[in-house]
């Protein structure tokens, strides 16, 4: 009889455990890892540089996440690198916690970037223009106010971004690409001798000028020359006649690599003076008589 009542205690008991661990286990998917009630799809944003502490706050503000603590875990164990991926995310409603952490340390936005061309030769304002066709939200003054006094170091290039990308992000990826390629050429910088300020300065110009690898280099002998001699650069860019004995102060645009390049390592040779036809053949001269003859032969 005593055993009988020992066995009913003891089953009670391990009964009890059980449904406890239920409850705890119960209690810790609901509690913890889950969604927070009321929770719908929530688009999130994601700064350069943004630090894990910061983004766990705001999810938690957002109602994202509920448990700092956990998100934090799982970020350190799935994150890539450093840090957390930069961009915007959405996260669908209901997602637990490891989902999330999964999402923004792994970069899985779950929305499309948008890409952004930027051709060679764009001024700063052309630039701000194509970013606010491009984004619905885009601060195009903010954009303005802060490149203002960056014209030329803006690198041309395909940029994918997000529209909840803030102007200043958008500023760091194109001076940053900026950067990047100049590093990759800093050793004929260098071993030319000219100022980086001048070579920008004179890439613009032969973004202009140049038709393109064929004769940019030539171009850009020729330009140095005439600045060489004490000869006015007469060039006409964009219905402006810079006519004066060196460089103009400021970068007129935003110039690619090869204008970079080309402004580095020009082409030495005995011309003075070319034109472009119109069907965009270039037609050198070395002296003024000999490119009248040009005009007159390609240009009337």
């Known amino acids: 009889m005593d055993n009988n009542i020992s066995e009913i205690i003891e089953k009670k008991m391990n009964n009890k455990k059980k449904w406890g661990i239920i409850f705890l286990v119960f209690f810790f998917v609901l509690f913890v890892l889950s969604t927070p009630f009321n929770s719908n799809d929530t688009i999130i944003h994601i ?16 109602n994202v996440i509920r448990n700092e603590f956990f998100f934090k875990f799982f970020i350190k164990i799935v994150k890539s690198g450093q840090g957390v991926i930069s961009g915007d995310y959405l996260i669908i409603k209901n997602s637990p916690v490891w989902v999330v952490a999964w999402q923004v340390g792994r970069g899985y936005h779950n929305i499309e970037p948008i890409k952004v061309t930027i051709r060679e030769g764009l001024t700063n304002v052309e630039i701000a223009n194509i970013f606010s066709s491009k984004l619905i939200d885009f601060n195009k003054n903010s954009f303005l106010n802060g490149i203002e006094g960056r014209q030329g170091y803006l690198f041309p290039d395909t940029y994918y971004v997000y529209g909840m990308d803030t102007p200043d992000e958008i500023i760091e990826k194109l001076s940053n690409n900026f950067k990047n390629k100049i590093k990759k050429i800093n050793t004929s910088l260098i071993e030319s001798g000219k100022t980086l300020s001048d070579v920008v300065v004179m890439a613009s110009i032969l973004e202009w ?3 393109g690898k064929d004769d940019i280099g030539i171009i850009s002998g ?11 650069l007469q060039v006409d860019i964009d219905k402006t006649t810079y006519n004066t004995k060196g460089l103009p102060v400021k970068p007129l ?15 030495s040779s005995s011309y003075l003076y070319y034109l472009h036809d119109k069907n965009g053949n270039v037609h050198y001269a070395k002296t003024f008589e000999d490119h009248k003859l040009n005009i007159k032969d390609y240009l009337k």
């Open 209 to 211: 000028e140049a038709g």
């Open 222 to 232: 020729i330009l140095w020359r005439r600045i060489s001699i004490g000869m006015p």
């Open 253 to 267: 645009n935003n110039p690619g690599l090869l204008s970079i390049e080309a402004a580095i390592n020009p082409i």
């Open 47 to 62: 700064r350069d540089g943004q630090s894990i502490d910061s983004l766990t706050q705001e999810l938690h503000s957002k």
